[in-house]
């Protein structure tokens, strides 16, 4: 079956380290990848995308990884800040020829000050 | 830029009632909008594709009779729950694609809409 797996326990670190993020997909090909951030009853907020030809994107204090051999990205807050604390979703897009994107259930970061 | 405004942001409503959840693209047009319904700590539920000018796509599982969707320009999207019942309560969540946009870009999300049906 198709799977999408992120981490339900929430991830609590304290400020200024680097919290680490997984998603794990299992039967899907995804052409990409994205991540979202999702603030209580709030819609996400997009942060950052990855191609499958890309092994690593950066943008800021943020860095994604995509390994295709693995199908596992891994999201990184470097430095993070209690104002990231936050929940985080990767969702996955071109599967098809749609536009439509496979949200995983994402993966609250308390950020202690 | 690239702003979704979703409205109401909340309703509490009886059942049987029939709610109407509009999205809108403030800054750019929208050919292709989204509806998600997302239940606490789950991930978004894609419920269907919104198409400017013609039939929303539902996915498997979606009552397209229950869940009415009508995109009647190309900057707003409705979406109608009809004779809404306790277990139609959850958060249900727009987003919108620029037009031009190529498929691997971002969905632009509306704040949701906290339904509650007593």
């Known amino acids: 079956s198709q799977k999408i797996e992120q981490n339900s326990e929430a991830l609590n670190i304290q400020e200024g380290k680097t919290a680490t993020l997984t998603c794990n997909y299992t039967n899907y090909s995804p052409a990409y990848l994205q991540w979202y951030r999702q603030d209580p009853g709030r819609g996400p907020v997009f942060l950052l995308l990855?191609?499958?030809?890309?092994k690593e994107k950066r943008k800021e204090r943020l860095k994604v990884t995509f390994d295709t051999t693995l199908k596992q990205s891994l999201f990184h807050i470097t430095a993070s800040q209690p104002a990231d604390s936050a929940t985080y979703l990767c969702?996955?897009?071109?599967?098809?020829?749609?536009?439509?994107?496979?949200f995983g259930s994402g993966t609250r970061l308390l950020v202690r000050p | 830029g690239a702003v979704v405004s979703q409205h109401p942001s909340r309703v509490i409503c009886k059942s049987g009632t029939s709610v109407k959840i509009e999205c809108r693209s403030l800054d750019f047009q929208a050919t292709t909008m989204f509806w998600y319904r997302q239940f606490p700590k789950k991930s978004l539920m894609l419920m269907a594709t919104s198409n400017e000018g013609s039939k929303a796509t539902y996915e498997q599982g979606v009552e397209k009779d229950k869940f009415l969707i009508n995109h009647a320009s190309l900057t707003l999207s409705t979406l109608t729950v009809t004779s809404a019942h306790p277990e139609d309560s959850s958060f249900y969540i727009c987003?919108?694609?620029?037009?031009?946009?190529?498929?691997?870009?971002?969905?632009?999300f509306g704040d949701g809409t906290r339904l509650s049906i007593l």
């Open positions: 990855i191609r499958e030809n890309e």
């Open positions: 969702a996955l897009g071109g599967m098809d020829s749609s536009y439509k994107l496979i």
């Open positions: 987003s919108a694609l620029p037009d031009g946009t190529f498929s691997n870009q971002p969905q632009h």
